[in-house]
């Protein structure tokens, strides 16, 4: 049995703004900072195998203060960063119902969504679906963390517990919270969704 530590990076600088931050490269706030070490204070206990990461500073960076303690490096992977929101990027939801209003009805329902000028839905999901592949070449008893971005966690649950990816906005995935899946060969279970009984005030 692998256990999967899926892990969404820390609060970053730009948290309050309340907009749509995909492929924007964005730091860790102080507050991000802080709730990647109380994850890594969290994790120190546990044996861990392997951590990847997406390649935005948010996710390595939050990735890097977790694994400090393992001793062991993070591999950065492009297939687990944030969508690309593409003319969305950088926008309030208002801001899209007025300039986009259809991609505002496919975000209210989480079904077939398409980024104007960045990746729809479907190909984010092909990216997860290759890293997930990559899962294949680890041994069955390993430990895997798994630092990314609340669509492709979501997308990672969705795969693993074959459900349709149009639930994908139907799981919380709040910022530095743990879930964890087990994988089996006739099934995987999900453990533990979106836990951030770590973080302290």
Wanted: aromatic residues 6%; positive net charge.
């Amino acid at each position: 049995m692998a256990r999967l530590l899926l892990i969404r990076h820390g609060q970053t600088k730009l948290h309050r703004a309340d907009r749509f931050w995909g492929s924007t490269d964005i730091e860790l706030s102080e507050e991000g900072i802080r709730q990647a070490e109380q994850l890594r204070d969290r994790l120190a206990r546990i044996k861990i195998d392997t951590v990847y990461a997406s390649t935005l500073v948010r996710a390595t960076a939050t990735a890097e203060i977790i694994a400090s303690r393992h001793k062991i490096p993070v591999t950065p992977l492009p297939e687990l960063c944030e969508c690309s929101f593409g003319y969305a990027e950088g926008l309030t939801f208002r801001e899209i119902s007025h300039r986009y209003p259809e991609l505002a009805g496919e975000l209210a329902s989480g079904k077939a969504i398409s980024f104007p000028g960045g990746e729809s839905l479907g190909q984010l999901n092909l990216r997860v679906e290759k890293f997930l592949e990559k899962l294949k070449q680890h041994k069955p008893d390993a430990r895997i963390i798994i630092v990314a971005h609340g669509g492709p966690l979501r997308l990672i649950i969705c795969n693993l517990l074959n459900l349709g990816i149009e639930h994908w906005l139907q799981l919380r995935i709040d910022r530095a919270s743990l879930s964890v899946v087990e994988t089996y060969p006739q099934g995987n279970i999900l453990n533990l969704l979106n836990d951030v009984s770590h973080l302290k005030s």
